[in-house]
């Protein structure tokens, strides 16, 4: 998150720094050739700066290098008054100013993805500021080579009357709404979706809805996925052929809520959340993206849901072991049916040569309290783990680059096992290799784990192969008590002064092979391996048949005032 931060701050400094210095040399010296060329790289920090912070507000920026290239066309021209000129200025006057603008009310606007309608208007709106920077860098480029100033009013124009025909179409919307609501209401009701995935998170999170897609698809109901960021709308809508629809607010959510709708999936417990739980017609469901025993696994939010997936018993006893109080009766046990495809090793694989070994490092967390994350002290464990002639995956936390520390501690990593690759040829796979490979096809690549606590776990015990837990903590004998799943796995303590201890029960004498076979019915239920996937889709259409279609259901879903 740090590393988030600076980046942003650096791109804003570089951005405003370049407009200033364009507008001081271009107004204050005779340079206006490289007060241009500045205003030039002013416009590729400003385009940067939107990638790094999409959304923000370049108004500061773009005035100044507006200024600065129309100040330096003057000069170019040296003709005095040019009325064509003075028209661009204030063409070009008014696209920043309502660029911005235009730009958050079609934010504002649903939009949507796999569905037959197009929402080009919102679309639009958020390109307008591209269009901006590269209108500013036309008429830079017209004014460094003193082109009549017609040929920069021809494209403020363009874009001009192209900003206009927005604003028009966005003011129809939202003061002048068609009958029988918008078109992308419409193609939901024709869709007449069953039941909905709602998703709101920080960016890079989309893994947590994707890991379920196959599995809503496999219901055999017409759905639909609905996102509450718009950079989730893209990527989600490449994952399924299910509709994917963005809505930003909750007057959109209003729309796309269908009557048709009858039960609403969740997958985190995300604050908006609470948007389509309002919404007591639908029953409100609690996958969640993983099971672990980290701190957040056992959320007292998820209360506030009218079922509570889990994927064995011992995730009900976490609630438990927190305090928190639910009814029994929440709770529905479906496995975790992401592990189906897991090949299972029934007997234990002791003294084995040359182990391939799958590294998993959680991230940081966004407190102290929930940072398991082992890279501070990975280094000494791979170099034990070569020195065994042990070939590893190393997989890192989607999360894990978005801390600058934790960034360089992966960095150093990956230049080990690489350089110990070319010494020795030895397949590690690391990077993005790593990341091309899906958790399951990790997993069946490997003799054995190492990770933090995290939801990996849970889904390698499914295997039977034996994993290893840092206690990151130093909690001792009180971390199984707390994680209990490491109970059935081998404890790394955070100095890793048992390395080898741990490494030698890990991968040549695995004592506790039996035990975890207990753990894993506890963990992720006792379904058959064959269809170990239809405990979940039985419960997720039971939910589905179980609401009452007798009372006559009205043309919208009603919100709880």
């Known amino acids: 998150?740090?590393?988030?931060?600076?980046?942003?701050?650096?791109?804003?400094?570089?951005?405003?720094?370049?407009a200033v210095l364009a507008f001081v040399v271009v107004a204050l010296t005779g340079a206006t050739g490289w007060g241009l060329a500045l205003a030039v790289a002013a416009l590729a920090a400003a385009a940067a700066e939107q990638r790094v912070r999409p959304g923000a507000d370049l108004v500061a920026e773009t005035t100044l290098i507006a200024a600065a290239v129309l100040v330096g066309y003057a000069r170019r021209l040296d003709d005095g008054f040019d009325l064509a000129l003075a028209a661009t200025a204030l063409v070009l006057l008014g696209l920043v100013l309502l660029v911005g603008p235009l730009r958050t009310a079609g934010n504002l606007e649903i939009r949507a993805a796999n569905l037959p309608v197009r929402t080009w208007t919102p679309l639009i709106a958020g390109q307008l500021g591209t269009a901006l920077l590269g209108l500013l860098a036309v008429v830079a480029v017209a004014a460094a080579l003193a082109l009549p100033a017609v040929v920069a009013l021809a494209a403020s124009l363009l874009v001009g009357a192209g900003a206009g025909a927005v604003a028009l179409d966005l003011a129809r919307r939202r003061f002048r709404p068609a009958s029988g609501g918008n078109p992308v209401a419409r193609a939901l009701r024709r869709h007449q979706p069953e039941f909905l995935l709602h998703f709101s998170a920080p960016p890079g999170s989309e893994y947590q809805v994707t890991m379920w897609l196959p599995y809503l698809e496999r219901i055999g109901r017409p759905f639909l996925v609905m996102v509450r960021e718009p950079e989730f709308l893209a990527p989600i809508a490449a994952a399924t052929s299910a509709p994917v629809v963005y809505c930003p607010t909750l007057r959109t959510m209003d729309e796309a809520l269908v009557p048709s709708l009858r039960t609403a999936f969740y997958v985190n417990h995300g604050a908006k959340n609470s948007h389509c739980i309002r919404f007591t017609q639908l029953t409100h469901v609690q996958l969640h993206h993983g099971d672990s025993d980290k701190a957040p696994s056992a959320n007292p939010v998820s209360g506030i849901f009218d079922r509570i997936f889990v994927a064995g018993p011992a995730a009900i006893d976490r609630y438990a072991r927190a305090g928190i109080q639910i009814?029994?009766?929440?709770?529905?046990?479906?496995?975790?049916?992401?592990?189906?495809?897991?090949?299972?090793?029934?007997?234990?694989?002791?003294?084995?040569?040359?182990?391939?070994?799958?590294?998993?490092?959680?991230?940081t967390g966004h407190h102290a309290d929930a940072d398991y994350c082992s890279l501070p002290v990975a280094e000494a464990l791979l170099r034990r783990l070569l020195a065994r002639g042990a070939t590893v995956i190393l997989r890192a936390h989607p999360y894990t680059t978005q801390n600058p520390a934790s960034a360089r501690q992966l960095g150093r990593l990956t230049e080990l096992?690489?350089?110990?690759?070319?010494?020795?040829?030895?397949?590690?796979?690391?990077?993005?290799?790593?990341?091309?490979?899906?958790?399951?096809?990790?997993?069946?690549?490997?003799?054995?784990?190492?990770?933090?606590?995290?939801?990996?776990?849970?889904?390698?015990?499914?295997?039977?192969?034996?994993?290893?837990?840092?206690?990151m903590g130093d909690e001792g004998e009180r971390f199984t008590e707390n994680f209990p799943l490491a109970a059935s796995g081998y404890v790394l303590r955070r100095d890793m002064s048992n390395a080898d201890e741990v490494l030698t029960a890990l991968l040549d004498t695995d004592p506790l092979a039996e035990a975890r076979w207990a753990t894993r019915r506890r963990y992720l239920g006792d379904f058959p391996a064959e269809s170990y996937a239809e405990a979940f889709l039985t419960a997720a259409r039971r939910e589905l048949a179980s609401t009452d279609h007798s009372t006559e259901r009205s043309t919208q879903l009603t919100p709880l005032a």
């Open 327 to 363: 009814p029994a009766e929440k709770f529905v046990v479906v496995g975790r049916p992401q592990v189906e495809s897991i090949q299972v090793r029934p007997e234990p694989a002791v003294g084995l040569a040359q182990p391939t070994v799958l590294y998993t490092p959680t991230w």
């Open 1 to 18: 998150m740090r590393g988030d931060l600076v980046r942003k701050l650096a791109a804003r400094c570089l951005s405003v720094g370049l």
């Open 417 to 471: 096992l690489v350089a110990d690759r070319n010494r020795t040829g030895r397949p590690h796979v690391v990077g993005a290799a790593a990341r091309e490979l899906s958790l399951t096809e990790c997993v069946n690549r490997s003799d054995a784990l190492i990770s933090d606590v995290s939801g990996v776990i849970s889904d390698y015990l499914y295997s039977g192969k034996p994993y290893a837990v840092t206690d």
